[in-house]
């Protein structure tokens, strides 16, 4: 498959290598598995350029042994040199080579030898006027990497010049991707999307898998419901590199979010314990592991957690609860999530509307997020979710918005249902200009205006329009 997007990424590194031109330059890269780290990097290296996969399931002799092989091939050493240490690669690499250097799973050093980064932090303080030399460190380990070069008790503290977090590729991005793959209906990339987000590793499996062409569901049955599924023990796989052999409390709280557990309070509850006996992982988790993230509702400031891998999310969801159930291939397991499977579309379908709103509407709005909040009646709390809600704080104007992952859809139905929760969210509410719209598959009518404000309706076919701009 073609190389898709990331061209800010390749400017970026460009740019660094430019600046290698008068002075050595290093570059540290991070993001979770997947995310294409490993692409983005061999397309940026040219033929004479070096590039190292730090493989910690080697013995430091064995590696070492691999490198040489490498920087043989490269002409960088004889044939009948040696390297024997760390120190005499580095060496031979500040000494002798000029381009650029990469080493990918950069923070795999510190299970093979913690050695390295002294070593390598003195080559870098003697060679920093060393001209035409870049370095790319690159790590899935976000919070080990951050802290090999952002704390201030590691040996490479502060020799970094730029960094970056290599994000999900956008929808836009994906629906190219698919395409390449003879999957150009919206609805069946919005699925896969759900899914699989934009990590590339998946719909490249897609390729692999001679998947061209296959409807949505064949797909999945392929990936995750046949015998020897290609994707039965990714996420197991993935987790067992993060976690080693501490997995246990950081699994369940991952399925107590996948299963729409988001507050501190219910994850803990879910599990059956108090907040404080879990703060510590759900902290490793958010800011170590880069595994869960934050969401913040545009007005109240409420905070909830989600889990920033895609497929980790629909795998703990649907497969971790049902496990023993799953890997028998019990028909009614598997039915189950099948059946389920368009809701959960349905909910990922916010997020497609979200990215696409500012392109799909004329008014601009400075601030995008959602909105929950909660209310009384008749002495029940109660609580209420917006699916998109828009700021233009200049105007005092307030977008609504709703997401319906349905066909035929009433519109003014949907805007009445609306209309009775804006009431709820506390802002401006005496002087506000209050617009709405309705995101849907189809609808069975639209409409312009409900009670003298206006309505926006979109379809897929508007989504559509807007990413092939």
Not at 307 to 329: A, C, D, E, Q, V
Request: net charge positive.
């Amino acid at each position: 498959m073609k190389f898709i997007n990331r061209t800010e990424e390749l400017n970026y590194l460009k740019e660094a290598k430019d600046l290698a031109h008068s002075k050595l330059f290093t570059v540290s890269i991070s993001g979770l598995r997947r995310i294409g780290k490993t692409r983005l990097i061999l397309e940026f290296l040219k033929e004479k350029n070096l590039y190292f996969f730090v493989n910690k399931y080697k013995s430091t002799e064995s590696l070492l042994a691999e490198y040489e092989l490498v920087l043989k091939e490269k002409g960088v050493l004889k044939e009948l040199e040696r390297i024997e240490t760390w120190d005499d690669f580095f060496k031979v690499l500040f000494k002798r080579f000029h381009g650029v250097v990469a080493f990918d799973e950069f923070q795999n050093f510190s299970f093979l030898d913690k050695a390295v980064y002294g070593i390598l932090q003195k080559y870098i303080d003697l060679n920093e006027n060393r001209k035409e030399l870049l370095l790319i460190f690159s790590g899935s380990l976000v919070g080990l990497m951050n802290k090999l070069f952002s704390s201030g008790k590691e040996p490479l503290y502060g020799r970094i010049k730029r960094k970056f977090l290599l994000r999900e590729l956008s929808f836009k991005s994906v629906f190219e991707m698919c395409g390449e793959l003879g999957i150009r209906n919206i609805e069946e990339v919005i699925q896969l999307y759900a899914i699989f987000g934009g990590f590339p590793k998946y719909y490249i499996s897609l390729e692999d898998e001679n998947l061209k062409g296959n409807d949505f569901m064949k797909i999945m049955d392929k990936f995750f419901f046949t015998e020897m599924a290609t994707l039965e023990e990714e996420v197991k796989e993935i987790l067992a590199l993060e976690f080693g052999k501490r997995s246990g409390v950081y699994y369940d709280i991952l399925s107590a979010i996948a299963c729409g557990n988001t507050k501190i309070s219910e994850i803990a509850s879910f599990l059956r314990k108090k907040e404080s006996a879990i703060a510590r992982q759900m902290n490793e988790l958010r800011h170590y592991f880069e595994l869960i993230g934050v969401e913040e509702s545009l007005i109240n400031h409420k905070k909830i957690f989600y889990i920033k891998h895609p497929l980790m999310n629909f795998w703990f969801r649907y497969f971790y609860k049902n496990i023993s159930g799953y890997k028998r291939r019990e028909q009614k397991v598997i039915e189950s999530i099948k059946a389920d499977t368009n809701a959960y579309v349905g909910r990922k379908f916010e997020q497609v509307c979200k990215k696409l709103a500012p392109s799909l509407l004329p008014r601009k709005y400075v601030k995008w997020g959602k909105w929950w909040g909660f209310y009384r009646e008749n002495n029940e709390r109660k609580t209420a979710e917006i699916d998109l809600l828009a700021l233009n704080e200049s105007k005092n104007e307030i977008l609504f918005g709703e997401c319906k992952w349905k066909e035929n859809v009433t519109a003014e139905k949907i805007i009445r249902d609306l209309a009775s929760k804006t009431k709820f969210v506390l802002w401006h509410n005496t002087e506000r200009k209050e617009i709405y719209a309705v995101f849907a598959k189809s609808f069975k009518s639209k409409i312009n205006e409900f009670e003298g404000k206006k309505v926006y309706c979109f379809d897929l076919s508007d989504l559509e329009r807007v990413i092939k701009k």
